[in-house]
C-alpha cells in the first residue's frame, strides 16, 4: 500500500486567457482565495401514518434534503504588472457588457515533483471587484493588483 502525499497550499498554478487578448496567458495569480461549494440543507415537514402515543393523527417527522447550491466568489491577488488586461475586462463589465464578458478558467495543484494532482475548473465567471494595494512612497513591497470573480460554478476535474 503505497501513502499518498500531501499537497500543499504553495504548490499552484493559476492562469486566467481571456478571449481577444494577444497575450498567451491575461494572468497568473500567487494566491487564491474563496474556493468554497455549499449545498443549503432544506428541512421538510411530513406526517406519517405510524402513530404516536395518544394522539389521533400520525407522527411528524423531519427530512434534510439537498437545496440550491451556493459557490463563493474567488478572490485572485498577484503582483501588478503593466497589462491593463484585467483593469479592461473590469472596465467591460461595468460599462454593461457583463453578459459577454463571462469566462472560465482553472486552478491547477502540483506535487512536490511538479506533477498535476488536481485540478479545479470553474465558469461564468466575470469581475465584480477590482483593488490595487494601499501606496506608500517609502515602501519596498511589490504592488498587488487584486480581483474578485463572482462564478456560477466549479467542478473538480482531476
Known amino acids: 500500500m503505497s501513502e499518498k502525499e500531501i499537497l500543499t497550499a504553495s504548490r499552484f498554478y493559476l492562469e486566467l486567457k481571456l478571449d ?8 497568473v495569480f500567487m494566491d487564491c482565495k474563496g474556493f468554497k461549494y455549499t449545498q443549503e440543507v432544506v428541512e ?3 406526517v406519517t401514518p405510524d402513530k404516536w402515543g395518544q394522539a389521533s393523527g400520525g407522527r411528524v417527522r423531519r427530512m434534510k434534503i439537498p437545496g440550491n447550491v451556493k459557490v463563493n466568489n474567488i478572490v485572485l491577488r498577484r503582483g501588478m504588472t503593466s497589462s ?7 472596465d467591460k ?4 457588457q457583463w453578459g459577454q464578458q ?3 478558467g482553472s486552478v491547477t495543484i502540483y506535487d512536490q515533483a511538479s506533477t498535476v494532482q488536481a485540478r479545479f475548473e470553474f465558469e ?6 477590482y483593488t490595487i494595494s494601499d501606496l506608500n512612497a517609502g515602501s519596498n513591497d511589490y504592488e498587488i493588483e487584486e480581483l474578485e470573480l463572482a462564478c456560477e460554478g466549479f467542478k473538480r476535474v482531476q
Not at 481577444?20 to 494572468?27: E, I, L
Request: glycine fraction near 16%; aromatic fraction near 12%.
Open 20 to 27: 481577444g487578448s494577444n497575450d498567451a496567458v491575461d494572468g
Open 44 to 46: 421538510v415537514c411530513e
Open 124 to 129: 461564468g465567471a466575470w469581475p465584480n471587484n
Open 84 to 90: 491593463k488586461t484585467l483593469w479592461q475586462w473590469f
Open 102 to 104: 463571462r469566462r472560465g
Open 93 to 96: 463589465i461595468q460599462t454593461g
